[in-house]
């Protein structure tokens, strides 16, 4: 079955860097639509990147410029970059997988994607 296993969280200063990683396994992992996905306490879960089979990317918009999601297909391996971090990005980043939609459909509805990791905590101090 589909596994996705997230690693890479932790705690850092305000503009500190973090590289995420998400393991798949299970599936043919190029032909699906892959996303990083974050849900602060109290707060619904929001889309933070998203990267198609074709290789298109889409982030919102508070976080261009300083995220970049990319993948190695070989590894099957989704990897987040994610610099000049700010305390309003802490959260449960989450890792996923889509079969049906393009990215930017799923950055808007994530509960679209089809499977889901189990997440792995980014803290970010002031």
């Known amino acids: 079955q589909v596994q996705l296993v997230e690693s890479g969280g932790g705690s850092v200063q305000s503009g500190g860097s973090l590289r995420l990683s998400c393991a798949a396994s299970g599936y043919t992992y190029s032909t699906y639509c892959m996303g990083w996905f974050r849900q602060a306490p109290g707060k619904e879960r929001e889309g933070v990147a998203t990267?198609?089979?074709?290789?298109?990317?889409s982030y919102v918009d508070s976080v261009k410029g300083r995220f970049t999601i990319s993948q190695d297909n070989a590894k099957n391996t989704l990897y987040l970059q994610m610099n000049s971090l700010k305390p309003e990005d802490t959260a449960m980043y989450y890792c996923?997988?889509?079969?049906?939609?393009?990215?930017?459909?799923?950055?808007?509805?994530?509960?679209?994607?089809?499977?889901w990791g189990k997440g792995t905590l980014v803290t970010i101090s002031s």
């Open positions: 990267i198609d089979s074709d290789g298109i990317t």
């Open positions: 996923a997988a889509g079969i049906y939609y393009s990215g930017g459909y799923y950055l808007q509805f994530p509960y679209g994607m089809d499977y």
